[in-house]
């Protein structure tokens, strides 16, 4: 089966892109957003439909409305006015893109996906579009270019790997956004965006869990975790007076593999005696307004800083996610500052000031991690991990808006014996996206999802043969959530884990019973069949 | 329809150009009247360009990061593709501007039975880089036309260029490398059914019309020879505002001028223009330092968010029955 869907050969399409004709195929488009929720979140032209139907039911003035909007944008972003003009077509985004790459679809290249808004922007918006037409690359607009927009701007996952190689760093993620933006002044969402975008405003969180079971999810985890540890872990939540509000996306109670990283970081906070607490109230560092609009991602964002000011907690420590941490590096303290009622964060074990969150004053757990590591203040056994050869799949939001990319190699190196790296192409600022970013990550479109990962998946299974690699580690909710079947259906034998799920197996915590379990509750590895071998801490000199 | 109605367009200039040079009121519009137009186009057109641009604000500060962030002290950062600092991004945009970084790293993936492979592909990166640096160069060696005494630089700049001294009159190597060039990319979106796909008109009218301009241009010099002093009347003239239409110009030099002119009067309205986009791209001139130093929305507003007093009020019984402290019992107590 999986060699049916490679069949992708790289033909010359012999339609031309102008055209704006898409086939709406079971697989490879997502379900529309139900009116209760474009409702719940007052967005405009609540109703029922589906991609499938003729009729959209637009609203009457639907082509002046996307005119006064890209107006608009143009206005309020430089980025967006600068990528509608700069764009040479010198293709060398084209082969980037995961979606492109495992669909060979021509409208999947960056430049065309762009080109798609840009012809529009051409026609409407400069002299040579108006005077010239299609000649100078301009298109109307009608209703089956909305319908190419929905396909394309949700055929991408914002993941930037095609900036990375642009001359002119054009960014597809900011065309998608505005381009999704424009598509919501219509009511054109999709559902797996806006429902949880619904629920995260009204309760908090994406799965739309409330208050008490928020701490029954927490609860059972820490039975768990005393089960395997025969430690009884503290489980704050909405404490005020905390030194620490910790924050992670909602899969990670709720999900598996997410969960055990959960352990993990339980075990890390006890075992350090960290003074923290959750909040049930902003129980999701998930940001689904990011792939709905800028607006609707600052909604979402606030409660955050509300919460830690209401609170009164000193600084902020936020978990493993991909475009949450994009949203709290690039976009959080703009949108929501200034966060001068918290303090500069310092590890209150290492005395460490984390100088590169000192007004956001938001710490990655990977940096806070990486750092007690680095001061010796954990005991590790990484010879608990030893049933596992591990790679790392960087987060396309860590890795290409932040830059996050040896703090959680490091913590890996020290966690386990055996490390091992995909290619070069494909890791650090070169890495492929899992194929369901940004919201992309339901079951509808799931052949899309299987293709797009496809690269990814490829470099996978290249360590998987050379050398074994049986556990990808990431650092994203949608990688854990959506990687495992991604690696069923390309690599099968390779598991997915969070960093600190990783690391939670190595950690030996003051006072727990003999382990004979990981943090999944499965055996660990004999001592004897283990091979005795030195961590392999390696310091990343500067 | 590109590639065709582009050649037909460049076409139809030179055909323009011979006809027009070859009348006494032809060489006043061809020489006068068309290249201060087109002059006041480029000009105008670019400040308007740029002033759009530059006025249309950056509400967020959004890099791409293309290497380890500066955290802890004992991790390397990635200082230019990852600057964190104003002076790292002024690195990063030099290493952009003058030798192209980004298209450097360019690979190019083939399936191989199943398999991807990513391989070097550094021609794109290096055509392209031939190309501008070469325009550059050929662009600086026409100063001697215009300005009087030539300026050392442009002395220098020709001997260098010249250095091999192939053939009288002698071969310039910059002439060679930019028509190569741009014979190169034109054949790279020709042959490339991807590129083909998507290029456009102004993606052939645009390297067509400098083919022109080059060949023409080098059939003055090495051909059928120009009237180097004439010209160079004109030029300064031209440069002067005191317009001359010196005799002996040539068909070949109107062909050119018009071509060059064409060219100029173009380059506001279209893609030519990410010469001067590439400074502003907030993806690369931005240091990432975005949790350091608080960036401003100028335009940032107020929203609807769902307060915890709200969030409090709904679920008020089942954060009571669960033992989650409430607002009201933190305060009392």
Request: hydrophobic fraction near 40%; glycine fraction near 8%; charged fraction near 20%.
């Amino acid at each position: 089966m999986a060699d049916e869907r490679l069949k992708i050969e790289s033909v010359p399409p012999k339609s031309d892109w102008r055209d704006p004709k898409v086939e709406f195929r079971k697989g490879t488009f997502c379900y529309s957003a139900a009116g209760k929720h474009l409702e719940a979140l007052d967005l405009p032209n609540p109703r029922e439909w589906q991609p499938t139907d003729a009729d959209w039911k637009l609203p009457a003035d639907w082509k002046q409305i996307i005119l006064d909007g890209m107006r608009e944008r143009l206005k309020k972003y430089r980025s967006f006015r600068l990528f509608m003009d700069i764009c040479v077509r010198c293709g060398a985004c084209a082969d980037k893109c995961h979606y492109f790459l495992g669909s060979n679809d021509p409208k999947n290249m960056p430049m065309v996906r762009a080109e798609l808004l840009r012809s529009v922007y051409r026609r409407y918006f400069t002299p040579a579009g108006k005077a010239f037409g299609s000649l100078a690359g301009g298109r109307e607009l009608t209703e089956e270019v909305i319908k190419e927009w929905f396909y394309y701007f949700y055929q991408c996952s914002e993941c930037r790997r095609c900036s990375v190689f642009c001359p002119f760093g054009i960014d597809t993620a900011e065309v998608t956004m505005i381009g999704r933006e424009l598509l919501g002044l219509l009511g054109i969402n999709i559902n797996w965006v806006t429902k949880p975008a619904a629920d995260c405003f009204r309760v908090g969180n994406h799965l739309g869990i409330q208050p008490h079971a928020f701490k029954d999810s927490l609860e059972f985890a820490a039975e768990e975790l005393e089960e395997i540890t025969g430690i009884q872990v503290d489980l704050p939540i909405n404490r005020k007076g905390a030194e620490v509000l910790f924050i992670m996306p909602s899969a990670d109670y709720f999900a598996t593999p997410h969960y055990y990283t959960l352990l993990g970081y339980m075990s890390l906070f006890h075992e350090i005696g960290l003074d923290f607490t959750y909040s049930a109230y902003a129980s999701e560092g998930g940001n689904f307004g990011m792939f709905t609009s800028h607006e609707m991602m600052k909604r979402l964002n606030a409660k955050i800083y509300d919460e830690a000011r209401r609170l009164g907690v000193k600084w902020i420590l936020g978990g493993e996610c991909g475009h949450m941490w994009r949203v709290l590096h690039q976009y959080m303290d703009t949108m929501n500052g200034p966060a001068d009622f918290l303090e500069p964060p310092v590890s209150p074990i290492t005395g460490t000031r984390f100088d590169n969150a000192r007004t956001t004053r938001m710490v990655h757990i990977s940096e806070f991690t990486a750092d007690l590591l680095y001061h010796n203040k954990l005991k590790l056994d990484p010879r608990r991990n030893d049933r596992w050869n591990v790679t790392y799949h960087d987060s396309c939001n860590p890795a290409r808006g932040m830059g996050l990319l040896e703090e959680p190699r490091y913590v890996l190196k020290r966690s386990c014996n055996n490390f091992f790296e995909m290619p070069a192409n494909t890791i650090r600022e070169q890495t492929f996206c899992c194929g369901s970013g940004s919201g992309l990550g339901t079951d509808e479109n799931l052949e899309i999802r299987l293709r797009g990962g496809f690269p990814r998946a490829n470099a996978v299974r290249h360590v998987h043969e050379k050398h074994g690699v049986n556990m990808l580690a990431c650092m994203c909710a949608i990688d854990k959530a959506t990687m495992p079947a991604l690696m069923e259906y390309w690599v099968p034998g390779v598991e997915v884990a969070g960093v600190h799920e990783l690391l939670g197996n190595a950690l030996v915590m003051t006072g727990e019973k003999e382990r004979t379990k990981d943090l999944r509750g499965e055996p660990l590895p004999q001592p004897s069949m283990a091979q005795p071998q030195p961590p392999a801490a390696e310091v990343i000199n500067a | 329809m590109g590639p065709l109605s582009s050649a037909i367009g460049v076409v139809a200039l030179i055909v323009l150009a011979a006809l027009a040079g070859a009348s006494e009121p032809g060489r006043v519009v061809l020489g006068l009247v068309i290249p201060y137009a087109a002059l006041a186009t480029f000009l105008a057109g670019i400040c308007y360009r740029l002033v759009q641009w530059a006025l249309a604000p950056v509400p967020f500060r959004i890099p791409t990061t293309c290497g380890q962030q500066k955290s802890l002290p004992w991790i390397k950062s990635a200082r230019l593709d990852n600057p964190s600092t104003g002076l790292g991004a002024v690195g990063r945009m030099a290493l952009e501007v003058l030798l192209f970084r980004s298209l450097f790293r360019n690979n190019q993936a083939e399936l191989y039975e199943r398999r991807f492979v990513f391989g070097d592909s550094k021609y794109l990166w290096l055509g392209a880089l031939a190309f501008h640096w070469s325009l550059l160069i050929v662009l600086l060696r026409h100063l001697r036309l215009p300005v009087e005494p030539v300026p050392q630089f442009v002395l220098a700049l020709n001997a260098v260029d010249g250095f091999f001294q192939i053939g009288a009159p002698v071969l310039y190597l910059s002439n060679l490398i930019v028509l190569g060039a741009l014979v190169y990319l034109l054949l790279r979106r020709w042959r490339d059914p991807q590129l083909r796909y998507i290029s456009q008109f102004s993606d052939y009218f645009a390297p067509l019309l400098l083919l022109g301009i080059a060949v023409s241009g080098m059939l003055m010099r090495y051909g059928a020879g120009a009237d180097v002093v004439a010209v160079k009347r004109f030029a300064i003239g031209l440069a002067t505002f005191q317009p001359v239409l010196p005799e002996g110009l040539g068909l070949l030099f109107w062909i050119h001028l018009l071509l060059v002119s064409a060219l100029a009067a173009c380059f506001p309205f279209s893609k030519l223009m990410h010469m001067g986009g590439v400074f502003l791209s907030p993806t690369r001139n931005l240091a990432n330092n975005s949790r350091i130093k608080r960036h401003i929305n100028p335009w940032n507003y107020p929203v609807k968010t769902h307060t915890y007093a709200e969030w409090e009020h709904e679920f008020h019984d089942k954060i009571k029955a669960a033992g989650i402290p409430l607002d009201e019992e933190q305060k009392n107590g």
